[in-house]
């Protein structure tokens, strides 16, 4: 698991380092793009095909703080699936 630095320029953009991402809170993520203004914490799960990234999960929560090393479980294992 990776918790997003503030100094990345999106979050998006950090999702290089191929490890799922947590932000526990968006509102202190340097340049954070809301896609609802409501969504205050994230968590971002890269897709990988023949070892490159293809796409990405990005889900918002309403809450600071839900996602963490179960969800990435989770959810990684849900994208392996596919």
Do not use: Q, T, W
Not at 53 to 79: Q, R, T
């Amino acid at each position: 698991m990776y918790k997003a630095k503030k100094r990345y320029r999106s979050l998006l953009g950090s999702i290089n380092s191929g490890k799922s991402i947590i932000v526990n809170n968006v509102h202190e993520f340097l340049k954070h793009i809301a896609c609802n203004p409501l969504s205050k914490s994230e968590i971002v799960i890269s897709v990988f095909k023949d070892g490159k990234v293809i796409a990405v999960l990005d889900i918002d929560s309403k809450k600071f703080n839900v996602f963490d090393e179960i969800d990435i479980k989770g959810l990684e294992k849900i994208i392996s699936l596919l």
